[in-house]
């Protein structure tokens, strides 16, 4: 099985799963752009109870069932939580080694910078992908 491992820039939170994830998706939607700091959030979806996460957390409800995790020492934003799912997705940016990531589809593509061109020939929705 894959294992996933990263943390935050200094050190302080550290995560792992051993299992492989769900999806690995690009969400070009405005909260993730604001949570992340960034045109848009690359990350891989994992069951919760998959993900160990160790460390000091810090975290904020970015809509009603969403909870963003982050370092409360050097801020960086490490994942977005959906308890009612169960899912949680890790930003690929905190990931060890994020050439592994391999984006299945591009998300929420309405509101994506009008400077960004997509032509990696993955799938595009403009809202949530289907069911």
């Given amino acids: 099985m894959a294992r996933h491992q ?53 975290t904020v409800n970015t809509s009603p069932d969403l909870k963003r995790g982050f370092c409360p020492s050097c801020g960086t934003t490490m994942f977005s939580r959906r308890d009612s799912a169960g899912i949680i997705g890790i930003t690929t940016g905190s990931l060890d080694d994020p050439s592994g990531f391999k984006p299945q589809m591009h998300i929420f593509t309405a509101s994506k910078q009008p400077w960004l061109v997509l032509d990696d020939g993955l799938p595009q929705y403009e809202g949530a992908p289907p069911a």
């Avoid at 769900?22 to 939607?29: A, K, S, T, Y």
């Avoid at 405005?30 to 045109?39: D, F, P, V």
């Avoid at 994992?46 to 993900?51: A, L, M, T």
């Fill in 6 to 58: 990263g943390g935050c820039l200094c050190g302080a939170v550290r995560y792992s799963a051993d299992a492989p994830p769900i999806n690995e998706r690009i969400c070009h939607c405005r909260l993730c752009q604001k949570a992340i700091g960034a045109a848009f959030n690359a990350r891989v979806l994992f069951r919760i109870d998959d993900v160990t996460i160790e460390g000091p957390l810090a």
